[in-house]
């Protein structure tokens, strides 16, 4: 939790002294992510901070661009800063800002990347685990971008950090946002074939017989 705080506290220490759009913020201890409402938006982040920017797979006809970046604090590590956009396909973008940004394709065993997302798999020691994270970070995209409104009011409603309730008001939000955003990972044709396998591997198995 102070991981968290501190983080947001060096970023809002930056946004008070420049003119970055910030609409939407989302503090953690491990980085501090920055939903922005156009192309524009993180170019302005980039000009600030540099870092590199990743294209997500297109998905319905939009992807998710994210500047990988860091606010430098002194005498303190950097703090990790993610800031992301939704790009429509075929959308104009600026020509520096395309040249940056690089389609994050990677090939390894361990990830399977046929189908609309990368899932990863790795080996633990009762099992594996599966890495949805860019299935994960297209979800919170189209939440806060999508549906602002929803989760200001599930906010407000937890302000008092009371226990979870299934029939507390901000429970029912969350139900009734959740039905707004699918929650199912698309898995497509090759993908099926290469996840197993990869599950499999990863695992120890022998295939079916």
Same mark, same amino acid.
């Given at each position: 939790?102070?991981?968290?705080?501190?983080?947001?506290?060096?970023?809002?220490? /930056?946004?008070?002294?420049?003119?970055?759009?910030?609409?939407?913020?989302?503090?953690?201890?491990? &980085?501090?992510?920055?939903?922005?409402?156009?192309p524009?938006? /993180?170019?302005?982040?980039?000009?600030?901070?540099?870092?590199? =920017?990743?294209?997500?797979?297109?998905?319905?006809?939009?992807?998710?661009?994210?500047?990988?970046t860091?606010?430098? #604090?002194?005498? &303190?590590?950097?703090?990790?800063?993610?800031?992301?956009?939704?790009?429509?396909?075929?959308?104009? =973008?600026?020509?520096?800002l395309r040249t940056?940004?690089?389609?994050?394709?990677?090939?390894?065993?361990?990830?399977?990347?046929s189908?609309?997302?990368? =899932?990863?798999?790795?080996?633990?020691?009762?099992?594996?685990?599966?890495?949805?994270?860019?299935?994960v970070?297209?979800?919170?995209?189209?939440?806060?971008?999508?549906?602002?409104?929803?989760?200001?009011? =599930?906010?407000?409603e937890?302000?008092? &950090?009371?226990?979870?309730?299934?029939? #507390?008001?901000?429970? /029912?939000?969350?139900?009734?946002?959740?039905?707004?955003?699918?929650?199912?990972?698309?898995?497509?044709?090759?993908?099926c074939?290469?996840?197993?396998?990869?599950?499999?591997?990863? &695992?120890? /198995? #022998?295939?079916?017989?």
């Amino acid at each position: 939790m102070a991981a968290t705080r501190d983080n947001e506290i060096a970023l809002e220490a /930056l946004l008070s002294r420049t003119s970055l759009p910030a609409p939407t913020i989302v503090p953690a201890a491990e &980085a501090v992510r920055v939903v922005v409402a156009d192309p524009d938006d /993180l170019s302005m982040w980039r000009d600030e901070l540099g870092g590199e =920017i990743h294209i997500g797979p297109s998905v319905e006809g939009s992807a998710v661009w994210t500047l990988h970046t860091s606010l430098p #604090r002194p005498h &303190a590590r950097p703090v990790a800063v993610l800031v992301s956009v939704v790009v429509v396909d075929g959308e104009a =973008i600026m020509d520096d800002l395309r040249t940056a940004a690089t389609v994050v394709t990677p090939q390894t065993p361990q990830t399977p990347v046929s189908g609309p997302f990368r =899932i990863s798999v790795e080996r633990i020691p009762t099992g594996v685990t599966l890495d949805l994270r860019p299935f994960v970070e297209a979800v919170l995209v189209e939440v806060f971008t999508e549906h602002p409104d929803a989760v200001a009011d =599930i906010l407000d409603e937890q302000a008092d &950090a009371r226990p979870y309730d299934g029939h #507390r008001a901000e429970s /029912l939000l969350v139900e009734q946002l959740l039905a707004e955003v699918s929650t199912r990972i698309p898995v497509y044709g090759q993908q099926c074939h290469a996840l197993a396998e990869s599950i499999r591997a990863a &695992a120890g /198995l #022998r295939g079916a017989a």
